[in-house]
């Protein structure tokens, strides 16, 4: 009882104890950093009290929603309080609920023992707190819990107006006024430059790109899809067979050529 807290980050905290089945990833077992890497640095500016809010701009299936996942996990056993957790609409709120954050605590031995076993789809109750679910479309969830923590998920695909209400974004920042230390976090495939992703990104303090070596040259850059290459016909096109199995990375400085062997190698030595 009188045992002291571990001081794990979240990428530790992670890496320690959670467990991923073959019904949430191709790859089932212990979680591990190391095959994402690219993670490792925002995962754990959620541990800082000087970092209030974090933006992701992301592309898709990059693992956006098991980072938030092992932030909330971390929440509930390292830092438990109140969190919010805003999903574009209802629908995806039970899905969500039953199929990735339930299933993620049923997996992981740390969280069972802290989360109350009598939970609904949008309120889960745990030791020293509660995770409430809300929909970016309901601006009377929006406004029904004062939160520290805040999670704002696919927000390119939030409506504008919360109802006759203001932003979603603006209404769930909104619950968090009464604490000092305060966490938002958020994150989506970005849409348009007017989008709500990418006019967070740009109203950030410190921006951050990642950026990995090329194994031929050792230049750092970050990687552009206008690099891509692939063989094309006399005329100038390609048949998606030859695309698919024969595209290549091509380094701008050295034009060496880069494929998938490479590509984790450079991710591990990345910054």
């Known amino acids: 009882m ?40 925002i995962m754990d500016c959620f ?3 000087s970092i209030e809010e974090i933006v992701w701009l992301k592309c898709t299936q990059i693992g956006g929603t098991e980072a938030m996942l092992n932030m909330v ?23 969500f ?32 707190g509660f995770l409430v679910f809300a929909s970016s479309r309901s ?44 966490k938002t976090f958020m994150c989506s495939t970005p849409t348009l430059k007017t989008g709500n992703i990418y006019a967070a990104y740009e109203g950030t303090d410190v921006r951050y790109r990642y950026y990995v070596p090329c194994p031929h040259c050792g230049k750092s850059q970050t990687l552009d899809f206008a690099n891509v290459k692939w063989p094309k016909n006399e005329d100038g096109h390609s048949d998606k067979t030859t695309v698919r199995y024969s595209a290549y990375y091509e380094c701008p400085y050295c034009k060496g050529r880069i494929d998938d062997r490479q590509k984790m190698q450079m991710q591990r030595q990345g910054q």
């Open 47 to 49: 541990c800082s009290d």
């Open 97 to 128: 609920s039953e199929l990735r954050l339930q299933k993620m605590i049923r997996n992981c031995p740390d969280l069972v023992s802290r989360v109350n076993s009598r939970n609904s789809s949008d309120l889960i109750r745990f030791n020293g």
């Open 139 to 182: 601006p009377s969830a929006l406004a029904s819990w004062s939160v520290p923590i805040l999670f704002l998920d696919e927000i390119d695909k939030f409506p504008i107006f919360a109802g006759k209400e203001a932003s979603p974004i603006k209404l769930a920042s909104e619950r968090q006024k009464n604490w000092p230390i305060r």
């Open 73 to 95: 996990g971390y929440s509930i056993s390292q830092n438990p309080s109140r969190i919010m957790y805003v999903l574009p609409d209802d629908d995806l709120i039970e899905q």
């Open 2 to 41: 009188f045992t002291p807290p571990e001081h794990l980050s979240v990428t530790e905290w992670a890496d320690k104890y959670r467990i991923m089945s073959s019904e949430e990833t191709s790859r089932p077992g212990a979680w591990d950093t190391n095959t994402v890497p690219y993670m490792k640095f």
